[in-house]
């Protein structure tokens, strides 16, 4: 059996790519996907609505307080 350059340098490319599949392939840990969970949430209406309404009352009794201040500008 003759050994040349050219065997040699075949056998180790060849055992190259062989060791780096292995490499690549077997010793990988499996990528998991995370589960998705989704939680139901409570009925959003009765909480939406309150915070406009408590807005929209402020508004009423500031506007119903009347302009006591000092007015604004020259006189």
């Excluded at 050219?6 to 840990?29: E, K, M, P, Y």
């Excluded at 909480?47 to 604004?72: D, N, R």
């Amino acid at each position: 059996m003759k050994c040349t350059v050219r065997t040699i340098a075949a056998a180790s490319l060849a055992g190259t790519l062989v060791a780096g599949n292995v490499a690549a392939d077997g010793f990988a840990q499996p990528i998991m996907e995370p589960e998705v969970i989704v939680e139901e949430t409570a009925n959003a209406t009765a909480g939406g609505i309150i915070v406009p309404l408590l807005l929209l009352a402020i508004i009423a009794a500031v506007a119903a307080g009347g302009g006591g201040g000092t007015p604004i500008g020259p006189a």
